[in-house]
T-cell receptor, first 114, second 115 residues
Framework: AQSVAQPEDQVNVAEGNPLTVKCTYS??????LFWYVQYPNRGLQFLLK??????LVKGSYGFEAEFNKSQTSFHLKKPSALVSDSALYFC????????????FGTGTRLTIIP | EAGVVQSPRYKIIEKKQPVAFWCNPI?????LYWYRQNLGQGPELLIR????????DSQLPKDRFSAERLKGVDSTLKIQPAELGDSAVYLC?????????????FGQGTRLTVV
């Protein structure tokens, strides 16, 4: 069985500071990892993915994530937070082909404080 | 390009009543998912289709939930009868099965309230 853990329900960051949203995973075989963002009354929006290759992947809105195989982690990062980054963030994992079962974490609510 | 379209956006029904949700995936996407998202939780997979075949319905409560994807395009998810605990957001997503995973693209969801 595959699973995702997002250990922080809530993360608060001052505007302009770097942010990190944590994610660890468990999966058989090679992991395919995704970050999604959800704004109020909106669907999930794709941010970035790791399939293979460079451990640091860059995505939308200036976000990036670092894949660490030994720590089974895929933390989301941004060098300088914006108030508009405030939203609910979900990490997800699948294996084999990424469009098979996608398992989500419970989400982390990111609040950027002006 | 149009994204995943779901309707209705909101639905309020009394318990024991039936309800149906509709999803139109992105054109050409052969994989379709239905997820349920409870308040404050991550989405949980209900069923996954590859074309018209349901390849993973292990999490679908089959006593009251049913789904279909005729002709491998649009899909409907039905609940009959609805229970109070079914109140949630029902998300449809689609993807393209390929050598390089593209991830799933989600619709805006249908927020169901059972009273």
């Amino acid at each position: 069985a595959q699973s995702v853990a997002q250990p922080e329900d809530q993360v608060n960051v001052a505007e302009g500071n770097p942010l990190t949203v944590k994610c660890t995973y468990s999966v058989s075989g090679n992991p395919y990892l995704f970050w999604y963002v959800q704004y109020p009354n909106r669907g999930l929006q794709f941010l970035l993915k790791y399939i293979t290759g460079d451990n640091l992947v860059k995505g939308s809105y200036g976000f990036e994530a670092e894949f660490n195989k030994s720590q089974t982690s895929f933390h989301l990062k941004k060098p300088s937070a914006l108030v508009s980054d405030s939203a609910l963030y979900f990490c997800a994992v699948s294996s084999n082909f990424g469009n098979e079962k996608l398992t989500f974490g419970t989400g982390t609510r990111l609040t950027i404080i002006p | 390009e149009a994204g995943v379209v779901q309707s209705p956006r909101y639905k309020i029904i009394e318990k024991k009543q039936p309800v149906a949700f509709w999803c139109n995936p992105i054109s050409g996407h052969n994989t379709l998912y239905w997820y349920r998202q409870n308040l404050g939780q991550g989405p949980e997979l209900l069923i996954r289709y590859e074309n018209e075949e349901a390849v993973d319905d292990s999490q679908l409560p089959k006593d009251r939930f049913s789904a279909e994807r005729l002709k491998g395009v649009d899909s409907t998810l039905k609940i009959q009868p609805a229970e109070l605990g079914d109140s949630a957001v029902y998300l449809c997503a689609s993807s393209l099965r390929s050598q390089v995973p593209i991830g799933a693209f989600f619709g805006q969801g249908t927020r169901l309230t059972v009273v």
